[in-house]
């Protein structure tokens, strides 16, 4: 049996300038980074919407995801939102403000989610695949 080593890193916990780590370049790069130093595991904590204590342990639902790491520049490379329309990313702290960054992130997603995720499909699917197999395929 092969030996392998990795990291316990939390999403929300990799700096970020929108309020919290998410799904964006800043994640990329960190990726990048334990690879290239030997780690072929990456750990994290759930990402399900969390109740009002903001724990990963107490979440609303199993398996929904929580729509607060999705990243606004990654919406923009898609072509779902152009840079320009997006304000105010860097206005938080060095800690999380849950409601705040969720109110933040949710006035640029779509009111008609079906719609948006029919249309993107292909996008979306790219992007799962690259940061499923970037680099611990």
Not at 3 to 31: E, H, W, Y
Not at 37 to 50: E, H, K, V
Not at 51 to 80: K, V, W
């Amino acid at each position: 049996m092969n030996r392998s080593a990795g990291i316990l890193c939390p999403v929300f916990s990799i700096p970020a300038n929108q309020g919290i780590g998410d799904l964006g370049q800043k994640t990329i790069r960190m990726i990048d980074i334990i690879a290239d130093a030997g780690y072929t595991i990456w750990q994290i904590l759930p990402l399900q919407m969390t109740g009002p204590t903001h724990s990963p342990y107490q979440t609303y639902s199993s398996f929904a995801g929580d729509p607060i790491y999705i990243n606004l520049d990654r919406l923009c490379e898609m072509g779902l939102l152009t840079q320009s329309s997006i304000v105010n990313c860097n206005k938080f702290k060095d800690f999380v403000e849950y409601d705040k960054i969720r109110e933040f992130k949710e006035s640029y997603f779509p009111k008609r989610p079906l719609k948006f995720l029919k249309r993107n499909l292909i996008h979306l699917k790219k992007i799962l695949k690259h940061l499923s197999v970037m680099h611990f395929g």
